[in-house]
């Protein structure tokens, strides 16, 4: 009846077997996505873009965050100050690795995306860093950053 860890995160609305995650993920997205995993900093595919677009949930395809929200943190991972929509996430008390952190999910499948920190002091206006790895997330470019004729 040992029941400390338990949440009262809302359900998701896309809710998988290990298996079928499994056939869905690759490994390397399937240890972060679904083991909380994290990659290795300064490794991932977007810790530095600036392309403009939206970053969407790796697992379900979910909107995330958007570019517009993403600023340089210069901590090895993809930084974004604010998600795309408030409840396009949930934030989960993590308290493995002897610390107080606070994860950060996907809303719609529960998928780990990373951690989000706050009262660094970066310029931001929410002085927040939702710290994401950048293999949890997929970029989908705007249509107007393709364009680019008349500038
Ligand atoms: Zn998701």
Not at 58 to 66: D, I, Q, V, Y
Request: charged residues 25%.
């Amino acid at each position: 009846m040992s029941s400390d860890s338990e949440t009262s995160l809302p359900a998701p609305k896309i809710e998988l077997t290990p298996q079928e995650w499994r056939t869905r993920l690759t490994p390397q997205e399937y240890a972060v996505l679904r083991d909380a995993a994290t990659e290795r900093a300064f490794t991932g595919e977007y810790t530095d873009t600036e392309t403009a677009g939206v970053y969407e949930c790796r697992a379900c395809g979910a909107e995330l965050f958007r570019s517009a929200e993403k600023f340089h943190s210069h901590c090895g991972w993809p930084s974004f100050f604010d998600p795309a929509e408030s409840d396009a996430v949930l934030l989960r008390a993590d308290d493995t690795l002897g610390m107080r952190r606070v994860e950060v999910l996907c809303a719609t499948c529960h998928s780990h995306l990373g951690h989000v920190f706050e009262g660094e002091g970066y310029p931001t206006p929410t002085d927040k860093r939702y710290c994401i790895n950048s293999i949890a997330l997929r970029l989908h470019p705007s249509d107007n950053a393709t364009r680019g004729e008349d500038g």
